[in-house]
């Protein structure tokens, strides 16, 4: 009886054996990969247009309208609204109110300082959002144009005109 060990057996030496990596099934699945993606692509896009205005006006900044609504997101990580600079609430309550008393759907421009962190703009947008929400109407949100340094003044307080003069009566005489 002859005795048989236990274990592995080496392989049967074989003298077809090749030492090179089989690279079609790797081929095979990049490309079906880069179908998939080339699929896939502009649906993704498809969600994530936006609508851009077909002409834009410039306003000067002390023309802007009382009725419309300005927030900014500050350099110095404060918010404000109106050029008033207010805690982040405080502007979604003052927001709110502005948004039911126009009773539609109100354009809301955001801006920011060309120093803001993005994540503290994205706050901001999404505040407005949760004021459209709260009043029960549809906010739209409008960015406003990237300014630099010296002429963002969103966050600076408006400038108080000085008091009119007193009407002058003419007299006869003199």
């Known amino acids: 009886m002859s005795k048989k ?7 049967a030496k074989s003298v077809n054996a090749v030492g090179e990596i089989n690279v079609t099934p790797l081929i095979d699945i990049v490309l079906v990969l880069l179908i998939i993606y080339m699929v896939v692509t502009p649906v993704m896009l498809n969600q994530m247009s936006a609508e851009l ?4 006006e410039t306003v000067e900044q002390e023309d802007i309208p009382e009725e ?5 997101a500050c350099e ?3 918010y404000a609204i109106d050029r008033e600079v207010k805690d982040l609430p405080l502007i979604v309550e003052a ?8 009773k539609k ?4 421009f955001v801006d920011s300082h060309p120093e803001t962190p ?5 706050k901001l947008m999404d505040a407005v959002r949760e004021a459209g929400h709260q009043a029960n109407y549809t906010a739209k949100i409008g960015l406003a144009s990237l300014k630099t340094d010296k ?4 966050c600076t307080p408006r400038k108080e005109s000085p008091p009119a003069p007193a009407a002058v009566t003419p007299t006869e005489g003199g």
């Open 76 to 78: 110095d990580g404060t």
């Open 95 to 102: 927001l709110r109110k502005k948004i039911k008393k126009k």
């Open 68 to 72: 419309q609504l300005l927030v900014a």
């Open 105 to 108: 759907k109100t354009v809301v």
């Open 53 to 56: 205005p077909d002409s834009t």
């Open 151 to 154: 002429d963002f003044i969103a």
């Open 118 to 122: 993005y994540p503290q703009v994205v």
């Open 5 to 11: 060990k236990k274990g592995f057996k080496s392989p």
